[in-house]
């Protein structure tokens, strides 16, 4: 494990960052640590990383320069992305995730698919409308009535809700097959899965509850066997 803290992570990407959604993370999760190219963008904010990992692709050699030696963790293999590497080598409490999306669908996906390779890590995709996180075998929500809730299911996955204008339970959800997008609340939100598959999607205004919420909710998913080091 190359990060070990005891508060909750940053991790700055290499797509485009707001100021306002750094700050907002940060306030939140002062451990800063960049995935490769996002070593740049934290410093083109004045907040350099703790560490960076990544296959050091996209980081420049001038912040190479500026950053220690020691801080820098290479990992030259091509079977994950830089996000993915960073994931499995970080313990955290919570990890907040800027400028993994931006404007590439690929990305988008790539994030995605990493959500839930990993689903033992308590993780947020913040960007400038959303946020984006696995939902855990269960989790009450204290949510405004009329708050957009999607669920799209990255597997095979069924589960049980209460406070959802659509209710979820008897329903056989698959990325092919049946989705739970644009639902919404009628006020206090309850979930239950039963498989680590079901991405929850909600208004970025939701991101200081929702991680509040992640950190103390005691329901979660064990680790997988992991592929990498």
């Known amino acids: 494990m190359i990060v070990n803290s005891s508060v909750a992570v940053t991790l700055v990407g290499g797509s485009e960052v707001h100021e306002d959604q750094l700050m907002r993370s940060v306030s939140l999760a002062p451990h800063i640590v960049?995935?490769?190219?996002?070593?740049?963008?934290?410093?083109?904010?004045?907040?350099?990383?703790?560490?960076?990992?990544?296959?050091?692709?996209?980081?420049?050699?001038?912040?190479?320069?500026?950053?220690?030696?020691?801080?820098?963790?290479?990992?030259?293999?091509?079977?994950?992305?830089?996000?993915?590497?960073?994931?499995?080598?970080?313990?955290?409490?919570?990890?907040?995730c800027v400028?993994?999306?931006?404007?590439?669908?690929?990305?988008?996906?790539?994030?995605?698919?990493?959500?839930?390779?990993?689903?033992?890590?308590?993780?947020?995709?913040?960007?400038?409308?959303?946020?984006?996180?696995?939902?855990?075998?269960?989790?009450?929500?204290?949510?405004?009535?009329?708050?957009?809730v999607s669920l799209f299911p990255m597997g095979e996955v069924g589960g049980f809700s209460e406070g959802l204008r659509w209710p979820i339970s008897g329903i056989d959800f698959s990325p092919d097959g049946r989705i739970g997008t644009s639902n919404e609340a009628t006020g206090d939100v309850f979930l239950s899965l039963n498989a680590p598959k079901m991405l929850a999607i909600l208004p970025e205004s939701a991101l200081e509850h929702v991680a509040d919420t992640l950190v103390s909710n005691s329901s979660r998913w064990p680790s997988p066997r992991a592929e990498f080091h």
């Open 34 to 96: 960049a995935a490769d190219g996002g070593a740049d963008m934290a410093l083109s904010h004045g907040m350099p990383p703790s560490a960076v990992i990544g296959d050091f692709d996209s980081i420049s050699e001038s912040t190479k320069d500026k950053l220690p030696r020691d801080v820098q963790f290479r990992i030259e293999e091509q079977n994950s992305t830089d996000f993915d590497k960073c994931l499995r080598n970080i313990d955290a409490p919570l990890v907040i």
């Open 99 to 148: 400028g993994f999306t931006g404007l590439r669908a690929d990305h988008h996906l790539a994030g995605f698919n990493a959500l839930v390779r990993h689903p033992e890590r308590q993780c947020i995709l913040l960007d400038r409308n959303d946020i984006v996180f696995l939902a855990p075998p269960s989790i009450a929500l204290s949510l405004e009535c009329g708050t957009r």
